[in-house]
């Protein structure tokens, strides 16, 4: 039930993060003479896959931090608590993946690194996650400022 408009923020946040577990693209860059790309799941050399990389488990469990917080809007204060946490783990999230690729810690030694849409979609869900956290706090200003009236 979207009754709010931080649910339709949240709920874009979830649709960008499955599409990142579609495969598409985060980053691509070239080692030892060979183009290599990095997605959700592991950094490939063209079919043959180099190392595993196991971003899909945080996306999944942010995924489903998202739909727990979209879940408790009875529950106000639990729900401000939630997006909270989801937000410093997704801003750290987002942080740790961009110090990846500015410190080179991909294998084969990259050189000319360029980003992919699934980097920008990662991107684009921070400020959405925060408008959402607002919408919550803003949520319960209004309710606390009718409780006062009572």
Request: proline share 3%.
């Amino acid at each position: 039930m979207i009754q709010r408009i931080q649910h339709l923020y949240f709920g874009f946040v979830i649709i960008n993060l499955s599409i990142l577990l579609s495969g598409i693209q985060l980053c691509a860059y070239e080692a030892i003479g060979m183009p290599h790309q990095l997605n959700a799941f592991d950094i490939r050399n063209g079919k043959e896959v180099v190392m595993l990389f196991p971003l899909y488990i945080v996306v999944i469990l942010l995924m489903l931090l998202f739909i727990a917080i979209i879940s408790q809007y009875k529950k106000l204060k639990l729900q401000i608590k939630l997006a909270k946490i989801t937000f410093l783990c997704y801003l750290f999230f987002v942080l740790g993946i961009t110090a990846v690729f500015i410190a080179g810690w991909l294998p084969n030694g990259p050189s000319n690194l360029t980003l992919g849409f699934g980097y920008y979609l990662l991107i684009l869900g921070l400020p959405f996650t925060y408008l959402g956290l607002r919408g919550i706090i803003r949520d319960k200003n209004l309710l606390d400022s009718y409780n006062r009236l009572r």
